[in-house]
Protein backbone atom coordinates (compact mmCIF):
# COMPACT_ATOMS: atom_id res chain seq x y z
CA UNK A 1 0.00 0.00 0.00
CA UNK A 2 1.37 3.55 -0.85
CA UNK A 3 2.67 5.83 2.01
CA UNK A 4 2.17 9.54 1.15
CA UNK A 5 4.14 12.28 3.02
CA UNK A 6 3.23 16.00 2.30
CA UNK A 7 4.61 18.89 3.38
CA UNK A 8 5.88 22.21 2.91
CA UNK A 9 2.93 24.09 3.70
CA UNK A 10 2.61 27.60 6.14
CA UNK A 11 1.10 30.64 5.69
CA UNK A 12 1.71 33.28 3.14
CA UNK A 13 0.04 36.87 2.15
CA UNK A 14 -1.79 36.80 -0.99
CA UNK A 15 0.49 36.59 -3.87
CA UNK A 16 3.19 34.75 -2.37
CA UNK A 17 4.55 31.64 -3.23
CA UNK A 18 5.15 28.33 -1.46
CA UNK A 19 6.88 24.98 -2.60
CA UNK A 20 5.19 21.92 -1.62
CA UNK A 21 6.52 18.16 -1.72
CA UNK A 22 5.14 14.92 -1.80
CA UNK A 23 7.03 11.61 -0.57
CA UNK A 24 6.02 8.59 -1.75
CA UNK A 25 6.63 4.75 -0.75
CA UNK A 26 5.48 1.42 -1.04
CA UNK A 27 5.31 2.17 -5.18
CA UNK A 28 7.05 1.57 -8.07
CA UNK A 29 6.34 5.26 -8.07
CA UNK A 30 7.88 6.01 -11.85
CA UNK A 31 5.03 4.03 -13.25
CA UNK A 32 2.00 6.17 -11.87
CA UNK A 33 0.24 9.17 -12.89
CA UNK A 34 -0.04 11.62 -9.53
CA UNK A 35 -1.99 14.57 -9.01
CA UNK A 36 -2.41 17.11 -6.57
CA UNK A 37 -5.55 17.91 -4.55
CA UNK A 38 -7.07 20.24 -2.24
CA UNK A 39 -9.75 20.19 0.00
CA UNK A 40 -10.72 23.89 1.90
CA UNK A 41 -13.41 24.24 4.29
CA UNK A 42 -16.86 22.78 3.76
CA UNK A 43 -16.14 22.11 0.30
CA UNK A 44 -15.16 18.69 -1.42
CA UNK A 45 -11.91 17.19 -2.42
CA UNK A 46 -10.89 18.79 -5.89
CA UNK A 47 -7.97 17.80 -8.23
CA UNK A 48 -5.82 20.57 -8.86
CA UNK A 49 -2.57 19.32 -10.98
CA UNK A 50 -1.72 16.40 -13.27
CA UNK A 51 1.61 15.06 -13.67
CA UNK A 52 1.66 11.78 -15.74
CA UNK A 53 4.50 8.99 -15.60
CA UNK A 54 5.70 10.79 -18.60
CA UNK A 55 5.69 14.14 -17.34
CA UNK A 56 2.96 15.55 -18.97
CA UNK A 57 0.84 17.99 -16.68
CA UNK A 58 -2.47 19.34 -16.50
CA UNK A 59 -4.08 21.49 -14.02
CA UNK A 60 -7.79 23.16 -13.38
CA UNK A 61 -8.37 26.72 -14.48
CA UNK A 62 -8.63 27.88 -11.45
CA UNK A 63 -4.79 27.42 -10.49
CA UNK A 64 -3.70 27.44 -14.60
CA UNK A 65 -1.13 29.78 -15.26
CA UNK A 66 -0.02 30.16 -11.11
CA UNK A 67 0.35 26.75 -10.01
CA UNK A 68 3.60 23.91 -11.74
CA UNK A 69 3.57 20.48 -10.39
CA UNK A 70 6.66 18.12 -11.15
CA UNK A 71 8.38 14.97 -9.77
CA UNK A 72 11.28 13.52 -9.34
CA UNK A 73 10.90 9.72 -10.19
CA UNK A 74 14.52 9.42 -8.54
CA UNK A 75 13.60 10.60 -5.11
CA UNK A 76 10.40 9.19 -5.19
CA UNK A 77 8.72 12.50 -4.87
CA UNK A 78 6.14 15.37 -6.60
CA UNK A 79 6.46 18.79 -5.97
CA UNK A 80 3.67 21.84 -6.28
CA UNK A 81 5.29 25.40 -7.32
CA UNK A 82 2.77 27.37 -6.25
CA UNK A 83 2.96 31.32 -7.36
CA UNK A 84 0.98 34.53 -7.26
CA UNK A 85 -1.06 32.59 -4.07
CA UNK A 86 -4.39 34.13 -3.55
CA UNK A 87 -6.83 33.15 -0.07
CA UNK A 88 -9.29 31.22 -2.10
CA UNK A 89 -6.18 29.15 -2.46
CA UNK A 90 -6.08 28.60 1.68
CA UNK A 91 -6.82 24.63 1.70
CA UNK A 92 -5.28 21.29 2.76
CA UNK A 93 -3.28 20.48 0.52
CA UNK A 94 -2.85 16.51 -0.47
CA UNK A 95 -1.03 14.22 -3.18
CA UNK A 96 -2.37 10.88 -4.48
CA UNK A 97 -2.82 9.02 -7.66
CA UNK A 98 -4.62 10.56 -10.46
CA UNK A 99 -6.99 10.28 -13.12
CA UNK A 100 -5.85 12.86 -15.91
CA UNK A 101 -9.00 12.77 -17.21
CA UNK A 102 -10.22 14.17 -14.26
CA UNK A 103 -8.42 17.36 -13.79
CA UNK A 104 -11.04 19.60 -11.64
CA UNK A 105 -13.04 17.17 -10.79
CA UNK A 106 -14.05 16.59 -6.93
CA UNK A 107 -13.18 13.14 -4.80
CA UNK A 108 -14.61 11.84 -1.86
CA UNK A 109 -11.85 10.77 1.01
CA UNK A 110 -13.15 6.66 0.78
CA UNK A 111 -12.41 7.21 -2.97
CA UNK A 112 -9.22 5.93 -2.73
CA UNK A 113 -7.38 3.43 -0.29
CA UNK A 114 -5.36 6.22 1.99
CA UNK A 115 -4.41 9.32 1.97
CA UNK A 116 -1.21 11.14 4.21
CA UNK A 117 -2.13 14.25 6.35
CA UNK A 118 -1.90 16.45 4.01
CA UNK A 119 -0.02 19.83 4.50
CA UNK A 120 -2.19 23.10 5.16
CA UNK A 121 -1.83 26.48 3.33
CA UNK A 122 -3.52 29.72 4.70
CA UNK A 123 -3.35 32.69 2.26
CA UNK A 124 -3.93 35.83 4.04
CA UNK A 125 -5.53 39.25 1.82
Known amino acids: QVQLVESGGGLVQAGGSLRLSCAAS????????MGWYRQAPAKPRELVAT???????NYADSVKGRFTISRDNAKNAVYLQMNNLKPEDTAVYYC???????????????????WGPGTQVTVSS
Open 26 to 33: GIIFRFYN
Open 51 to 57: ISSGGTT
Open 96 to 114: NYADLRRVGSTYRPADFDS
